[in-house]
């Protein structure tokens, strides 16, 4: 289960070419989960849901072993107590001059390390900081009694029994796998880190608030592989069989690395079928990563995929580097239904991919709830890709190059301006400027009724906001929203390339790409 993410879709298809038996599913990356999180070392928490809702639940972060807490904290203790002796000291006559030039002398190192071997100087740090700040093993507390009142911020700390049962039905129920899962359930969630990018936030999960979807992730497979939540859920008819385990997973967008979480909570049984699936994940993420190296112009079209990845890892850690990554530019479609109409379809990183099955919802009784939450979220960072690239001074921001970050509320050019809005210049280079083409896999007079009954999702369509488009599961025609209805739709033609692999379509190309059929997604048995 994947964010819904159009950076995913890439991810996804060649994750599914490596390993057909494999099915991907897309969810808003919060997973379902609002809440606010207390990382181990976080000073205050942070939203990981959308900015629509205001979260009242707090997940913490918190060492297994009283020891290791104990060791942990005392670490911290010393390095603060170091951090205050240099920031006092810094400001006297004697040891301000003192610090000063030792800081300065220590700085140039890694400031040349960073700037002529980026990749190399942040695994050399990396390792550093593993060997000297030992991290204790975590545990996130999430389990709340009914009878816990809220803490003196108003939140509450955790789920109650029945919160976590609803979460989790709620999101295989919508997915359409209530009834069919998977041995190995993996949940990957997405951020994106980068050395020098004060635009950070637009580059993270936006159905995060722009950050790091991780602990959603984490938290999510947490609940679901509790044996109390599998009886609740069981007596509402959805039976997670006792042998299906829940893994949570962070992808880095930017490097494109993996991190998994509580692994050494895998049962036995399935280590060697992990094992296999971080192999496919692994050769998934060198392909995505090449397949996106060839719009940045610094990066070479012959390149091969270990080469791919080391250039993204790169990029990430490069001080001089406006371009960590391009975010969701491109983004153009987004397509809510099940999978196999898009599998091996390839889409260029440019679709929102939203799982929900018509077959399991006839009513569309999920599917409103979930249009209006997908809706303006798919909506909003196509609009706001869309009138940065049309007038970047003033609905965009201009270059990143200048910009300062102030009060912690924006950004401004230089020392002294207005906070600027929008996306910066090198975000939206290579865009193209089109309305959000929203095809859902469902009736036409179904989704009129459904649209009809949410002002936030109607207003988006009658105001031509986004292009609505019912795609019909019983006769796989398409009806266009025109003039207050759906109206048949005749396309163009329905020829597309064929290819064995995404890497046959896009190599040696820069530009952008018409859809193609990629076989391999579909093993021995290639569907007509």
């Not at 990981?48 to 205001?54: A, E, G, Y």
């Not at 609940?223 to 069989?241: K, M, S, T």
């Not at 998994?260 to 392909?287: F, H, N, T, W």
């Not at 109607?458 to 599961?473: C, D, F, H, Q, Y």
Request: net charge neutral; with cysteine.
């Amino acid at each position: 289960m994947f964010c819904i993410d159009d950076r995913e879709e890439s991810l996804r298809r060649h994750l599914e070419e490596v390993m057909p038996s494999v099915e991907t599913l897309g969810y808003a990356g919060f997973f379902g989960l609002p809440i606010r999180f207390l990382g181990l070392d976080a000073i205050r928490p942070r939203q990981l849901c959308p900015v629509v809702i205001n979260p009242r639940h707090l997940l913490v972060e918190e060492p297994v072993e009283q020891v290791e807490a104990e060791a942990h904290a005392a670490r911290r203790r010393r390095f603060g107590q170091l951090q205050r002796a240099s920031f006092i000291g810094g400001r006297t006559f004697l040891r301000g001059g003192l610090i000063s030039l030792g800081v300065g002398l220590a700085a140039m190192v890694p400031l040349v390390a960073r700037t002529l071997a980026p990749r190399a100087a942040a695994r050399i740090g990396h390792q550093a900081r593993k060997a000297t700040l030992t991290r204790p093993k975590t545990r996130l507390k999430i389990e709340r009694a009914e009878s816990d009142l809220p803490d003196a911020d108003g939140l509450l700390r955790g789920f109650t029994l029945t919160e976590m049962i609803k979460m989790v039905g709620d999101a295989l129920e919508t997915m359409g796998v209530s009834k069919r899962l998977a041995p190995l359930f993996v949940l990957v969630a997405h951020g994106s880190d980068s050395l020098n990018n004060p635009h950070a936030a637009a580059y993270s999960c936006g159905a995060c608030s722009g950050g790091n979807g991780g602990p959603n992730a984490r938290a999510f497979a947490e609940i679901a592989n509790r044996p109390d939540v599998r009886a609740g859920l069981r007596e509402q008819g959805i039976v997670i069989p006792e042998d299906t385990w829940f893994v949570g997973v962070y992808h880095d967008t930017c490097s494109d690395e993996l991190e998994y979480y509580d692994l050494e909570l895998v049962p036995e049984a399935l280590r060697a079928s992990l094992a296999e699936l971080q192999k496919g994940l692994a050769d998934g993420i060198k392909s995505a990563a090449h397949e996106r190296s060839r719009r940045f112009m610094s990066a070479r079209v012959d390149m091969t995929l270990d080469q791919a990845l080391a250039h993204v890892e790169a990029r990430a850690v490069d001080l001089a580097q406006p371009r960590p990554e391009l975010g969701h530019v491109t983004n153009s479609v987004c397509y809510v239904g099940r999978r196999h109409p898009t599998r091996g379809l390839y889409l260029d990183r440019r679709a929102f991919l939203v799982s929900w099955d018509s077959t399991t919802d006839p009513t569309g009784t999920r599917l409103g709830p979930l249009l209006q939450a997908v809706g303006p979220v798919g909506a909003g960072i196509n609009l706001e890709y869309l009138f940065s690239y049309l007038d970047n001074n003033v609905y965009g921001c201009g270059s990143k190059l200048p910009h300062n970050v102030s009060a912690l509320l924006g950004v401004m050019d230089g020392h002294a301006s207005d906070l600027r809005t929008g996306l910066p210049r090198q975000m939206i280079e290579i865009h193209e400027p089109v309305r959000l083409l929203t095809v859902i896999e469902a009736e036409p007079d179904l989704l009129l009724e459904i649209v009809s009954e949410r002002p936030v999702v109607l207003e988006l369509i009658v105001n031509g906001w986004i292009i609505a488009v019912a795609w019909s599961p019983t006769t796989g025609k398409m009806h266009r929203f025109h003039e207050g209805g759906f109206v048949p739709y005749e396309p163009e033609s329905t020829e597309l390339p064929v290819v064995e692999r995404s890497i046959d379509h896009y190599r040696g190309q820069r530009d952008h790409l018409r859809c193609a059929r990629v076989t391999a997604a579909f093993g021995k048995e290639v569907p007509q």
